[in-house]
């Protein structure tokens, strides 16, 4: 499977924002679906993941109230609703599948590219 993000941008703080990760291959719907996100300051950082029928969600503590993640699969696509964005959320955001309940970058099989955004006070 082949991931592409895309809605990246620069936000002010305290915005909004959604992400999309948009995938090839007909199998996508039996894949977990993960986010994480990178910055120059730090490693890569698990947001969260969703399963394959959506039905399963799961955070990182610390974005736990601000993001939300859902997927469409008769669109190939999952999201990332971000809200309430600070300073700290600035890095590339990711997106990533796999096979089982990942919750660290390892455990995933399938990357994109990335996409950056940018929170400006």
């Known amino acids: 499977v082949q991931l592409r993000e895309s809605g990246g941008g620069l936000v002010q703080t305290g915005g909004s924002l959604r992400l999309s990760c948009a995938a090839s291959?007909?199998?996508?719907?039996?894949?977990?679906v993960g986010w994480f996100r990178q910055s120059p300051a730090k490693e890569r950082e698990f947001l969260g993941y969703?399963?394959?029928?959506?039905?399963?969600?799961s955070y990182a503590a610390f974005v736990k109230g601000r993001f939300t993640i859902s997927r469409d699969n008769a669109k190939n696509t999952v999201y990332l609703d971000m809200n309430s964005l600070q300073l700290e959320d600035t890095a590339v955001y990711f997106c990533?599948?796999?096979?089982?309940?990942?919750?660290?970058?390892?455990?995933?099989?399938?990357w994109g590219q990335g996409t950056q955004i940018t929170v400006s006070s």
């Open positions: 291959g007909r199998t996508f719907s039996t894949y977990t």
């Open positions: 990533a599948a796999g096979e089982q309940f990942g919750v660290e970058a390892a455990e995933y099989d399938h």
């Open positions: 969703i399963s394959g029928t959506g039905y399963t969600t």
